[in-house]
């Protein structure tokens, strides 16, 4: 299977996020396009979509699993940001390297088991590692097994594990990935990218 991608540029791929995440019942707090926009402004990113035909109408085709990833500095000034450089000092070496932060990401239920989440991984682990990016880090919870599935699959490290104080499956779990030549050369899937413009 060939996968067709789009990327976005900012404000443009800001909106196109904020409507696909309607699509998600069980993200609790969804983002919109002005959060988008001010965590993004000032450093490299990548917005990522996969488009796919409907089941019952092979014409006519829709995004259906999306990535957002970005640069963090070990100097951040965004609160979000700064905290996590934080919680992970110690386990993740920020000074001097080039990190990649894979901020959301979620593929559409009807569409799930198809590696329209793998096809948008190794576009942009292609991307950073060509933007010279170290390595890319990725937060989720015990509770979001899927997730924790296809980081597994994908082959990301668990580098911290913080536990919730009362629940357990609310604990978060912290991975990274080293963005090596020998990581982009194991890439298995076939991609077309297309550019979008505002
Ligand atoms: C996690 C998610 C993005 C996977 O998307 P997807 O498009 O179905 O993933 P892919 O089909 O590209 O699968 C990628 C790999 O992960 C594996 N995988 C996918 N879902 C899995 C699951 N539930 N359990 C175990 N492995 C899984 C696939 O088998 C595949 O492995 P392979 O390529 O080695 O065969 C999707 O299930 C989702 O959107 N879940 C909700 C998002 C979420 O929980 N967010 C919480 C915030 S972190």
């Given at each position: 299977?060939?996968?067709?991608?789009?990327?976005?540029?900012?404000?443009?791929?800001?909106?196109?996020?904020?409507?696909?995440?309607?699509?998600?019942?069980?993200?609790?707090?969804?983002?919109?396009?002005?959060?988008?926009?001010?965590?993004?402004?000032?450093?490299?990113?990548?917005?990522?979509?996969?488009?796919?035909?409907?089941?019952?109408?092979?014409?006519?085709?829709?995004?259906?699993?999306?990535?957002?990833?970005?640069?963090?500095?070990?100097?951040?000034?965004?609160?979000?940001?700064?905290?996590?450089?934080?919680?992970?000092?110690?386990?993740?070496?920020?000074?001097?390297?080039?990190?990649?932060?894979?901020?959301?990401?979620?593929?559409?239920?009807?569409?799930?088991?198809?590696?329209?989440?793998?096809?948008?991984?190794?576009?942009?682990?292609?991307?950073?590692?060509?933007?010279?990016?170290?390595?890319?880090?990725?937060?989720?919870?015990n509770?979001?097994?899927?997730?924790?599935?296809?980081?597994?699959?994908?082959?990301?490290?668990?580098?911290?594990?913080?536990p919730h104080?009362?629940d357990n499956r609310?604990s978060?779990?912290?991975?990274?990935?080293?963005?090596?030549?020998?990581?982009?050369?194991?890439?298995?899937?076939?991609?077309?990218?297309?550019?979008?413009?505002?």
């Open positions: 299977m060939e996968y067709l991608i789009k990327q976005y540029p900012l404000d443009r791929g800001a909106l196109e996020i904020q409507y696909i995440e309607e699509f998600f019942g069980e993200f609790p707090r969804k983002k919109t396009a002005q959060e988008i926009i001010q965590r993004l402004r000032d450093r490299e990113f990548l917005i990522l979509m996969a488009e796919a035909p409907l089941p019952d109408d092979a014409g006519t085709v829709v995004p259906v699993s999306y990535k957002v990833v970005h640069e963090v500095r070990a100097g951040e000034a965004e609160p979000k940001l700064r905290d996590l450089v934080e919680r992970l000092r110690g386990c993740v070496q920020f000074d001097g390297r080039k990190i990649l932060y894979s901020w959301i990401g979620a593929t559409r239920r009807d569409w799930r088991g198809q590696g329209h989440f793998r096809a948008l991984t190794e576009e942009s682990e292609a991307w950073a590692h060509a933007a010279g990016f170290h390595e890319v880090l990725v937060k989720t919870k509770r979001f097994y899927d997730m924790r599935g296809t980081l597994d699959q994908l082959e990301f490290d668990v580098v911290k594990y913080e104080p009362v609310e978060k779990v912290y991975l990274s990935k080293r963005l090596t030549s020998d990581v982009v050369r194991a890439h298995r899937s076939l991609r077309t990218v297309i550019y979008a413009y505002d």
